[in-house]
């Protein structure tokens, strides 16, 4: 029954001592406290946290390094004591200085105030490496936060930067962004972001942006969008056709328009360059963009 929420003192150093035994004699006993010891760190009482962050040091980097990631949220520690000892701990868990700074500004991302999120993000666009799972998860989550102004239209942008072409995470996100419920201004960002993140004709993305075409304030960047997804040298070819079918067809992607909807296009058989002179969006939107996912994040700055 003794446990780190114990309310004496003695016990509680008791406890801690024999974790740190268990830990140190026995690898197979090692995952099994981490794993108690993480719970710890969500305790209500800064007390217990303080206690199994410091346990969770103390047996080791190799055992605790399993644990960082559910260190993170001390970083922005109601408890200033709690967040203190949390810095400290992360710079003996990490000690390249760029990998610390990743982590310390994903823990503000999730966990910091609004102002402290938006810094992040910025951070995380410009430092993070491409493709870097925690990140763009890190990202992702901040799509639904719906307390911070501007918050989930910056993870957006922010995706352009850090996710690969077709990205599964991303792609999911932007969808979920897309959705009736959310605000119009998200959704027009998420339009503006699909055609540098989806694949060039992915069915999915197209079902996505011609169900929104005949919208009334999203329908010309759904068109926009639609004409990017479906670039190709002759829209006659049998690619684009298929492409076409796919997100017409009522047992297509889990995105698709009704059967009756039409997607709109320019007319077949003629030549890509008499029809994708894109409108300018707003702060420099997609306006011109390449078609290929990996160029189109060099042509400009997405508009907000």
């Known amino acids: 029954g003794k446990s780190l929420a114990d309310q004496d003192q003695s016990v509680v150093k008791e406890v801690r001592h024999s974790l740190i035994h268990l830990c140190q004699r026995s690898a197979a006993d090692a995952g099994p406290v981490v794993e108690a010891l993480c719970d710890a760190l969500t305790h209500s009482r800064s007390e217990v946290r303080l206690a199994a962050l410091q346990t969770l040091v103390s047996i080791g980097p190799s055992q605790a390094a399993a644990a960082l990631e559910s260190m993170l949220r001390l970083l922005e520690d109601r408890d200033k004591h709690v967040k203190q000892e949390a810095q400290l701990a992360l710079v003996q868990l990490a000690p390249e200085p760029r990998a610390r700074a990743l982590l310390s500004a994903r823990a503000r991302l999730l966990f910091g105030n609004g102002s402290a999120k938006l810094g992040a993000m910025k951070e995380l666009s410009r430092d993070a490496p491409m493709g870097d799972a925690a990140v ?64 060039v004709r992915d069915p999915e993305a197209i079902a996505a942006v011609s169900a929104l075409q005949d919208h009334a304030a999203l329908g010309a960047e759904a068109s926009a969008a639609l004409r990017l997804l479906l670039q ?45 002179q894109q409108p300018s969006v707003g702060g420099g939107g997609i306006a011109g963009d390449s078609g290929n996912p990996a160029a189109n994040r060099s042509s400009g700055q997405l508009g907000t």
């Open 136 to 199: 763009i998860a890190a990202v992702c989550a901040s799509c639904k936060d719906k307390k911070t102004r501007g918050l989930a239209i910056e993870a957006l942008k922010a995706l352009v930067s850090l996710a690969p072409a077709g990205n599964l995470a991303a792609m999911s996100c932007i969808y979920s962004c897309l959705s009736e419920d959310r605000p119009d201004e998200l959704r027009l960002a998420a339009l503006k972001v699909l055609p540098r993140l989806a694949r």
């Open 232 to 276: 190709e040298t002759d829209y006659s070819s049998k690619t684009a056709q298929r492409a076409l079918q796919g997100a017409a067809s009522p047992g297509g992607a889990s995105h698709s328009p009704s059967p009756s909807r039409k997607v709109h296009l320019p007319p077949l058989g003629q030549s890509q360059s008499q029809h994708l």
